[in-house]
Structure formats: structure tokens, C-alpha cells
């Protein structure tokens, strides 16, 4: 987005400076490091969302538009990223129950032979 665009998106919300605590100027948006700053990233009302936006490269918006659209569909449907459906967790259970499955009858199968051979060798 260019500064022109930039401008059409803030001029109409423009308002005297308040007593803020946050700091909402140019220079505090680090998009590579906004991860690190979280805490004090606050959008409190339209006009941060269009300054933030506005410092956003076109990749990085395209990035966080597809973010959130994400999360309003997940919402939407009344499940979270992340969580399973029952048929999900019933093949992960399946697949990761197998080896365990197959683990303990070769274990079980060795032990009983192995128990065979210590008897007889013991007993002759």
C-alpha cells in the first residue's frame, strides 16, 4: 500500500493526540519484530488497525488477511485450529496404538521363550 492510500485510510480519523500510554507513531511498528512485542501491541480502535495496516508490507497483509480469516471461519464453525474431529482422533489413536500393540506380543512372545529355555537349562 502506498503513502497515498495510507493517507486516504487515516486522514478521516485523524484527532488530537490523547494520553495514551501505548506509542502509536511510525517509527514503534517493527514488523519483523512485532512477534517480541505483543504485550504492547494494542489496536484499540480503527484508527490503530488502518496505522498498523498501513506499515504492513503486501505480503505481510496478505499473510494477516488470511490469518484471521481463518480464525473467523474456525469461530464461525465453533471449532478451534487444532482441535480434532471424532474420525481424526480415531485413526490417530489407530496409528499410534499399533506399534505399542505389536510391541507387547514380541515382547511377551521373547519372554515366554526365553522363560522356556532358562527352565530347561536349569532343570537338565
Do not use: W
Not at 506399534?99 to 532343570?123: K, S
Amino acid at each position: 500500500m502506498g503513502s497515498k492510500s495510507c493517507l486516504r485510510l487515516i486522514l478521516p480519523y485523524i484527532r488530537p493526540p490523547s494520553r495514551r500510554t501505548t506509542v502509536t507513531s511510525a517509527a514503534s511498528y517493527s514488523t519483523s519484530g512485532a512477534i517480541n512485542n505483543l504485550d504492547t501491541l494494542r489496536i484499540v480502535d480503527e484508527m490503530d488497525a488502518r496505522t498498523i495496516a498501513c506499515h504492513l508490507e503486501p505480503r505481510e497483509r496478505k499473510l494477516l488477511a488470511a490469518a484471521l480469516r481463518e480464525l473467523h471461519e474456525a469461530k464461525k464453525l465453533g471449532t478451534k485450529k487444532g482441535s480434532l474431529s471424532r474420525k481424526q482422533m480415531k485413526k490417530l489413536f489407530i496409528v499410534n496404538a499399533t506399534p505399542f500393540v505389536g510391541f507387547g506380543i514380541l515382547d511377551n512372545m521373547i519372554m515366554i521363550f526365553a522363560g522356556e529355555y532358562i527352565d530347561q537349562v536349569r532343570t537338565s
